[in-house]
């Protein structure tokens, strides 16, 4: 496995404007203005943040997982990668990340590739993609099903062999770690604090994430 | 060998879109080296259930595509099975060209000086085409680069081959739901070649036999038998 690149964040909880806890299997929706800073804390360990991005000025354009690892050659997000939307526009970087390595080639859990990946009797287990849904149905209308693109998973570690595997490694992730991400532009926030229970993403055991935010 | 029922070839830069019923084989053919086309399938029955890279990976514990792997939607169903490949690998983390890529490599061109030999991009290819279904930008997500190899390093940096694909390359798909394809024969973004790479891609359309409890691709992995099953349920339901 690579080395692992862990970047601290300068900034103080005591200045955030915004701080709050969301526990597992919750969701959560909200613009972030150009230069707010938002960060995703990992409160107890190997917590999978599932987390989409839009441009807030033109809601079709969704964070690109392959625009993004493709315009930096690397699979791998961590401090220094700029997330992009489909049309290429800018719309994050990832400015702090303790926890050094974030996977977007895994995607969301849904109760339809739950039953696929485990059996038929998954079907009713709650999932992100339902969180998701959830979290769009109480917005005011723009975002639909078509707009749910695939995520990233802040937390999570998906190494890809250079044999063509993937596989789901134990987490690198330890209570306290966190990703900040600065965002450039106008920029909508989607995130399902993920409550799959039938593989190691969130260590069998699915756990609250704090969010705070800062002005710019 | 059975005759195809249809046959076109796709022109670098050429973009099609069509929806083919189930049941059928589409195979592609690479007519020189070096070939690459991006592919997006679509339920034509329900246009927002679409090709999901990330379902389709995770669940077959794979991050390329060859003989066997089975292309899931992103409601647990099979849209299509890979049931013939002579290259052993086809990417699908890669996404596509952008205009503005496309001139930042290649040089700029338009058709006011070039006419019809303007270099074409993925992106304006998708876009067309999605419009054209009733679809737009919003419907885009990660294609299906049919021939490419991008293979990743134990530091995760992605790594394109430019001696995968030779003349001749085929690979065959076959329908397992009433598809909307959407194809671009543009070149893969991590395709290091700085003179347009794009080249001919014949595709030819044949039936398929019926699909039984021995085929290679339901029992290829449990993970893929549970998506036909999801596939199955759904046309029990309808009623055909």
Known sequence: ?216 | MMNSIWSKTIYPGGKWSGTIGRGKLLRFTALNNGANISMLMYNARDLSERYNMPDTLKAQHTSHLTKGNVLMSDNGRVLASIVDDSLGWHDTICGYTTRATTDAKYGATNYQERRNEWLRSGQENFAMELVRNGLSMRDMVPVVNLFSKVFCDDDGNMRFCTEHCHEGATVTLRTEMDILFILSNTPNPLDPRTSYPSVPVKMEVLLAAPVDSKDYCVNYRPENRRAFENTWEYYTLLGN
């Open chain 1, 1 to 216: 496995m690579g080395a692992f690149n862990r970047i601290e964040s300068p900034r103080r909880i005591e200045d955030a404007i915004y701080d709050e806890i969301i526990p597992a299997g919750d969701g959560w929706m909200r613009e972030l203005l150009p230069g707010q800073v938002l960060r995703i804390v990992d409160l107890d360990g190997n917590q999978a943040a599932d987390t989409l991005f839009y441009d807030a000025e033109n809601p079709e354009d969704h964070y690109s997982a392959v625009a993004t690892i493709a315009g930096q050659g690397n699979i791998y997000l961590t401090a220094g990668t700029t997330l992009r939307s489909e049309s290429g526009k800018e719309l994050l970087k990832i400015v702090a990340d303790t926890c050094g390595r974030h996977d977007t080639l895994g995607g969301a859990c849904s109760a339809q590739s739950n039953t696929v990946r485990y059996s038929h009797d998954t079907l009713s287990m709650h999932n992100c993609r339902d969180t998701f849904m959830l979290q769009i149905a109480k917005h005011d209308g723009t975002y639909t099903k078509r707009d749910l693109a695939p995520n990233i998973n802040f937390f999570m570690n998906v190494p890809v062999t250079p044999d063509g595997g993937l596989e789901f490694a134990d987490g690198v992730s330890a209570p306290g770690c966190y990703v900040e991400l600065q965002s450039l532009c106008r920029t909508m926030v989607l995130i399902s604090n993920c409550p799959q229970l039938n593989n190691p993403c969130n260590a069998y055991n699915p756990t609250p994430i704090r969010l705070l935010i800062w002005e710019e």
